[in-house]
């Protein structure tokens, strides 16, 4: 809130437009009753930002901003992979919504070779190949394709707050994890308190812990850390006696 209320401070124009956009001509365009044209959304959205972070992150912040505030949830990333042993050299591994490739980029320079990404879009795949030539990119819309192949390790960060109705929540989460080998983990968030689990707009729902649980019953969390407003957790399928 006290950010929302800085940038009004700070922009009050331009936070009138973006508002006015978000809450009236946003809705009219992509909209769909309970739902809303993500594909539609987000080509458009890359389409206008490109592989600036205003693109998938706060448009309500300027470039340098953006990139302030996603370099410190890449530090947090880390430190959570590091105490988790999670390892990229070897095996291959999974990203889902790589969007500007700003995560893509973090896991190549973790080691990761068979990195294989997915988005709801392709609009910016020429350029994302054309810089990361050993990432292999699929266009498919994750709540309602299941992967292909196998992975050691799976990662969907600041995806799951952009799918706002509650089956395709499931089928996300679900489409992902039947993706992760037995013994894999899966990094995913963040999730926030039931008590402030919410919908806000049209575009973006928060969801808690305990419906993370609910979709996936069998899966157990091995860590989490404090992530943006949320929990970033590892998740591993928990063990039978």
Known sequence: ?????????????????RAWD????????????????????????????????????????????????YNAAAETFKQLIAASGIEFGTGRTLEIGCGPGFYTRLLVSQGAQNLVAYDITDVLFDELRAELPGVEFRKADITQTRVDGTFDRALMIDVLEHVVNDQKFTDALRN?????????RFVVG???????????????????????????????????????????????RARTS
Do not use: C
């Open 22 to 69: 978000k809450l009236f001509v946003g809705r009219l365009r992509y909209a769909d009753g309970k739902d809303y044209d993500a594909s539609r959304y987000w080509r458009d959205r890359f389409s206008k930002h490109g592989t600036s972070l205003r693109g998938a992150g706060d448009e309500g912040l300027d470039k340098e901003e953006n990139e302030r505030a």
């Open 176 to 184: 992902v994890a039947d993706a992760v080998a037995p013994d894999g």
């Open 190 to 236: 963040p999730f926030v308190d039931e008590a402030t689990a919410k919908r806000h707009l049209y575009y973006v729902r928060f969801w808690s812990l305990d419906e993370m649980r609910a979709a996936l019953p069998e899966w157990e969390i091995e860590a989490s850390t404090a992530f943006r407003d949320g929990d970033l957790v590892v998740l591993r």
């Open 1 to 17: 809130m006290k950010a929302a209320w800085s940038k009004v401070r700070t922009d009050p124009v331009g936070s009138a437009r």
